[in-house]
C-alpha cells in the first residue's frame, strides 16, 4: 500500500522560519560574447586609470596620516628586498603605495558586495532579522572602511592642492572626495549588475 504523504514536495522550504515553500530559482542564459568583450575591455582600460589615480592620491593621504608608511620598499626586513633599490623607478616605492593597492581592492570589492547585498543576492541581509548581531556589525565594518578611505582621499588630495603653486578653492578636495566614492560606488553597482544579471 502506498501511503500519500511520503510524497517529497516540489519546491523546497525557506529556512525553516515560516514553512512556505522557497521559488524555484530563475534560470540564466549565457552572455553574449560582445557582451563579455566590451565589460572585460571596459575594465582593461577604466580600472588601471582609477587605480593609478588612487594610488597617487591615497598614498599621499597616508603618508600624511602616518608617516611610517613613506618607508622605501628596499629597506623593508623582507630577504631580497634591497635589490629593489637597483631598478629605476623601484627605488620611489614606498609602503604607502603598497596599503594604498591592497585598500583599492579591498573597498572596490566592498563596493560590489554592498550593491549585492541591496539586490538582495547575498547572505548578509538574511541575517537581518536571524542574527541582527551580526548584520549591524558586518555593516559598521563596511561603513568604517568606506568613510576611512574617503578621509584618506580627502587628506591626500587636500595635501597635494595646498602645496601646488596655484592656490585651489576650499571647495575642490571635498567635492573631488564625493565624486570619487561617487565612482567607485558606480562601478560596483556595474560589477554587481553583471553578476547577477538574468544572464550568466
Same mark, same amino acid.
Given at each position: ?13 525557506? %529556512? ?5 515553500? *522557497?521559488?524555484?530559482? @530563475? ?14 575591455? *571596459? ?17 599621499? %593621504? ?32 614606498? !609602503? ?27 547572505? @548578509? ?8 548581531? !551580526? ?5 559598521? @565594518?563596511? &561603513? ?5 578611505? *574617503? ?5 591626500? !588630495? ?9 592656490? =585651489? ?6 567635492? &573631488?572626495?564625493?565624486?570619487?566614492? &561617487?565612482?567607485? =560606488? ?15
Amino acid at each position: 500500500m502506498f501511503e500519500f504523504r511520503t510524497f517529497e514536495e516540489a519546491f523546497a522550504r525557506d %529556512g525553516g522560519q515560516n514553512g512556505s515553500p *522557497a521559488p524555484p530559482k @530563475i534560470l540564466r542564459r549565457r552572455k553574449s560574447l560582445g557582451k563579455r568583450i566590451v565589460f572585460y575591455a *571596459a575594465n582593461l582600460v577604466l580600472m588601471p586609470i582609477v587605480a593609478l589615480v588612487y594610488l597617487t592620491v591615497g598614498a599621499e %593621504g597616508l603618508r600624511v596620516i602616518m608617516p611610517i608608511f613613506q618607508m622605501r620598499l628596499y629597506k623593508l626586513p623582507v630577504p631580497g628586498a634591497g635589490m629593489l633599490r637597483n631598478y629605476d623607478g623601484f627605488d620611489r616605492l614606498d !609602503l604607502s603605495m603598497l596599503m594604498a593597492l591592497i585598500l583599492f581592492i579591498a573597498v572596490t570589492l566592498l563596493w560590489i558586495r554592498v550593491f549585492k547585498e541591496l539586490q538582495e543576492m547575498g547572505e @548578509i541581509t538574511r541575517q537581518r532579522s536571524r542574527n541582527p548581531i !551580526l548584520f549591524y556589525l558586518l555593516t559598521g @565594518i563596511a &561603513a568604517i572602511i568606506l568613510l576611512g578611505d *574617503a578621509g584618506i582621499f580627502y587628506v591626500g !588630495l587636500d595635501s597635494q592642492t595646498s602645496s601646488s603653486w596655484s592656490e =585651489a578653492p576650499s571647495y575642490v578636495a571635498p567635492a &573631488a572626495t564625493v565624486l570619487y566614492m &561617487a565612482g567607485l =560606488a558606480l562601478i560596483g553597482a556595474w560589477h554587481a549588475d553583471y553578476s547577477h544579471s538574468p544572464t550568466v
